[in-house]
């Protein structure tokens, strides 16, 4: 009798437990959602509010660099130019920089205290907010680079990309404070792949008599190169999108010029200085750049994640 | 005989020793000037410290030479990372519930997986351009245009990926055994999360939250056509509806200034960002160091 009451309570309570289960799990699937939600949504939006201006200038829009608010008359081509440039040619400084400062903390030049502590300094770095960055890079990088660019035109001026006289502000600028940017990400990207290699390969190729940069050129390096193209990957995408430092370093003018020496625009700068106080085909022409940049980080995000699920380390 | 000894002038002892210091001035490069950006910043930042700048309103700028203080803006920052936090948090940590403990893999699931991947790399100023489309523009939020809480919904979005991977990821590691554990005794699924899992992955999800937030905190490009800026104190509650200070907006906005003095109160305002930013960061490292010894014992 006894035994059967407790069975019959516990029964009971299980019924309300039951539905708490429900709702407990059906709210954790509408949380989870959420992502996909914003996600969709930031699509959407960007997408519809840059309608009207797509339906006006069409395609047109990505290779004229006219952009006359008096006129009304748009063209992102400057910006589109510099958010590849800057990207592209910041990326092409810090892999090398990056991939070879992961292997000197991956390998035992130093001490592994040296080492590690040198890591997490770099770790560190990537958490310092992009607008410092952009403070320091006005009132220390560009004095300090002044009487070097002068070099460089005075010397390379016959090549295009620095066949003007330097400005203050230019695209060069912002490219080093991206390599500045970006070095961390990539350091530690490359560092996790390049640890990640098994020590019995290299101990393989030490044993058949390979030295150590043979070790790491014909071994080590190719068995992380997957995870090292996708931190890279990953790194052109922040590169493509930052926005707060490269404003305030790369002079904002939409004059469109081939060389690095003069003022530029990338996107995200466009989007920064402009958006506050553009109003009619002005703001649909801003959105209409946001979601060319949108898609160009899209498209770089997925091919990185589709390379990690295509070469991930398989040992 | 001779060939068992090292020979400084073999080919491949000569390349190495390229590479070697190759690497070593790589490093060098890569080190020095993040080294001395951290220690400007430091050095610049603290020695305009005062103990006026966290008390007063920053002057509008013009040729006088007093900047005042940073208090809006620091009170702003707090303000407008609070309200992230309180929409990314319950969000994140819920969604990263669902995907660890209830989806079995399927294509929900890698969906949704796949989708906090592409949130994260979408650009922070893309967050803020949708907020102004959504909540700006629209003046939906009772009839205020750029307001601190659409401001706190901008960072929201970035916060949200980082959340939702910490939890999902901090979930994954809690043993499976825990959770058989806890079902063969009869506790249903959600008492098994609320007592089992989430408490015993409670210290990976906490410290990957806190950098979310230490993350988000420094952010300007979303803040700079959502929340804006303002130079006066925040007064009361009803003051998150309108324009609101941050310091990385005023140190975007004071950096541009031609002035000293509103130069030297970015500055200051740096120091202070960048100082709490890198102690949160180091004191949740040496936290989860210290985790992991306690688990190995």
């Given at each position: 009798m006894e035994e059967k009451l407790t069975?019959?309570?516990?029964?009971?309570?299980?019924?309300?437990?039951?539905?708490?289960?429900?709702?407990?799990?059906?709210?954790?699937?509408?949380?989870?959602?959420?992502?996909?939600?914003?996600?969709?949504?930031?699509?959407?939006?960007?997408?519809?509010?840059?309608?009207?201006?797509?339906?006006?200038?069409?395609?047109?829009?990505?290779?004229?660099?006219?952009?006359?608010?008096?006129?009304?008359?748009?063209?992102?081509?400057?910006?589109?130019?510099?958010?590849?440039?800057?990207?592209?040619?910041?990326?092409?400084?810090?892999?090398?920089?990056?991939?070879?400062?992961?292997?000197?903390?991956?390998?035992?030049?130093?001490?592994?205290?040296?080492?590690?502590?040198?890591?997490?300094?770099?770790?560190?770095?990537?958490?310092?907010?992009?607008?410092?960055?952009?403070?320091?890079?006005?009132?220390?990088?560009?004095?300090?680079?002044?009487?070097?660019?002068?070099?460089?035109?005075?010397?390379?001026?016959?090549?295009?990309l620095f066949s003007t006289e330097p400005t203050g502000r230019n695209s060069l600028l912002a490219i080093l404070i991206l390599v500045v940017m970006l070095l961390p990400i990539v350091t530690s990207i490359a560092r996790d792949s390049l640890n990640q290699v098994p020590k019995k390969l290299r101990n393989a190729a030490y044993g058949i008599g390979a030295s150590r940069w043979k070790t790491i050129f014909s071994v080590i390096l190719p068995a992380a190169l997957s995870g090292i193209m996708a931190g890279v990957l990953l790194a052109l995408g922040r590169a493509m999108g930052e926005t707060m430092a490269v404003t305030m370093i790369i002079g904002n003018s939409n004059a469109f010029s081939w060389s690095l020496l003069s003022p530029g625009y990338t996107i995200s700068s466009m989007l920064a200085n402009q958006f506050g106080e553009a109003?009619?085909?002005?703001?649909?022409?801003?959105?209409?750049?946001?979601?060319?940049?949108?898609?160009?980080?899209?498209?770089v995000n997925i091919f990185a994640q589709w390379l990690v699920k295509k070469f991930s380390l398989k040992y | 005989m001779n060939s068992l000894y090292y020979q400084k002038r073999l080919s491949r002892n000569i390349g190495d020793k390229f590479f070697t210091s190759l690497s070593v001035i790589c490093a060098l490069i890569?080190?020095?000037?993040?080294?001395?950006?951290?220690?400007?910043?430091?050095?610049?930042?603290?020695?305009?410290?005062?103990?006026?700048?966290f008390t007063l309103e920053p002057n509008p700028p013009g040729d006088d030479l007093d900047a005042g203080g940073i208090n809006p803006a620091l009170i702003g920052t707090l303000i407008i990372t609070t309200i992230a936090s309180i929409i990314a948090i319950p969000v994140g940590v819920g969604g990263g519930?669902?995907?660890?403990?209830y989806s079995k893999g399927g294509a929900f699931s890698r969906f949704i997986r796949f989708g906090v991947n592409v949130l994260a790399g979408v650009p922070s100023i893309i967050a803020g351009?949708?907020?102004?489309?959504?909540?700006?523009?629209?003046?939906?939020?009772?009839?205020?245009?750029?307001?601190?809480?659409?401001?706190?919904?901008?960072?929201?979005?970035?916060?949200?990926?980082?959340v939702i991977k910490t939890t999902d990821e901090g979930l994954k590691l809690v043993p499976n055994e825990?959770?058989?554990?806890?079902?063969?005794?009869?506790?249903?699924?959600?008492?098994?999360i609320l007592k089992v899992t989430l408490p015993s992955a409670f210290r990976s999800i906490a410290t990957g939250v806190v950098l979310g937030i230490a993350r988000a905190a420094g952010e300007t490009a979303p803040l700079i056509f959502t929340a804006l800026f303002s130079y006066y104190y925040i007064t009361g509650f009803g003051d998150l509806f309108y324009e609101m200070g941050s310091l990385a907006v005023l140190i975007y906005n004071f950096a541009l200034e031609p002035y000293d003095a509103q130069n030297k109160l970015a500055w200051a305002a740096s120091f202070i960002l960048v100082l709490s930013i890198l102690s949160v960061n180091i004191f949740s490292r040496i936290l989860a160091a210290f985790t992991e010894k306690t688990k190995r014992v």
């Open positions: 069975l019959f309570k516990n029964r009971k309570r299980f019924g309300i437990e039951k539905n708490i289960d429900i709702i407990f799990k059906n709210t954790a699937l509408v949380l989870s959602s959420f992502v996909a939600i914003i996600l969709l949504g930031i699509i959407l939006v960007v997408f519809f509010q840059s309608f009207e201006s797509f339906s006006r200038y069409g395609l047109k829009f990505l290779v004229t660099s006219e952009w006359n608010p008096v006129k009304d008359e748009y063209g992102a081509f400057t910006a589109i130019y510099g958010t590849l440039v800057t990207s592209f040619l910041s990326l092409l400084i810090t892999i090398p920089l990056g991939v070879g400062t992961a292997i000197f903390i991956t390998e035992d030049f130093v001490p592994k205290v040296v080492r590690e502590i040198i890591g997490s300094f770099v770790e560190l770095l990537a958490a310092i907010p992009s607008v410092v960055l952009g403070l320091w890079a006005i009132f220390v990088m560009e004095p300090f680079f002044r009487v070097f660019f002068v070099f460089l035109h005075n010397f390379f001026g016959w090549i295009p109003d009619g085909n002005q703001v649909s022409s801003l959105f209409y750049a946001a979601f060319v940049l949108m898609i160009l980080s899209l498209i | 890569a080190i020095l000037p993040l080294i001395f950006l951290v220690t400007y910043i430091l050095y610049k930042g603290g020695s305009q410290i005062t103990p006026e700048l519930i669902y995907l660890a403990e351009v949708f907020i102004y489309a959504l909540i700006v523009s629209t003046k939906i939020l009772f009839g205020s245009m750029y307001s601190g809480l659409a401001g706190g919904m901008a960072l929201s979005i970035l916060m949200l990926p980082t825990l959770r058989y554990a806890s079902l063969g005794v009869g506790a249903s699924m959600y008492t098994t």
